[in-house]
């Protein structure tokens, strides 16, 4: 999100959670093959992950990436949730799209 002109926090938030949403595993190969998305751990809000990337929070982005809450997503993750059809929620923070397994309750 490096636009020429600055966006209130408040206001960018606003929009990453209005641009995020459920879509299939299916739909996202494109984007896995290109190296283009990223996994947030369960216990991670992914709105508030969102925002880090979309500002630049290089700090609590490295902790996550550090702790493993963050990265790529491995080959057998993706196997799974490809032969399981695993509907995500996903936000597009470019040039990433950050997905997130739903709790299971």
């Given amino acids: 999100m490096n636009e020429n002109f600055t966006v209130e926090p408040e206001v960018l938030r606003a ?3 209005a641009e995020t949403a459920r879509i299939n595993w299916l739909e996202l190969q494109k984007f896995y ?6 996994q947030v ?3 991670l809000d992914l709105v508030d992950v969102a925002f880090a990337v979309a500002t630049d929070d290089k700090t609590r982005v490295a902790d996550w990436l550090a702790q493993q809450q963050l990265g790529a997503v491995s080959d057998e993750q993706a196997g799974l949730w490809y032969q399981a059809k695993t509907e995500l929620w996903a936000v597009v923070i470019s040039p990433w799209v950050l997905v997130q ?4 309750h």
């Fill in 41 to 43: 751990a369960a216990g």
């Fill in 15 to 17: 929009k990453i959670t």
């Fill in 101 to 104: 397994a739903p709790a299971l």
């Fill in 33 to 38: 093959a290109a190296g283009a998305v990223l």
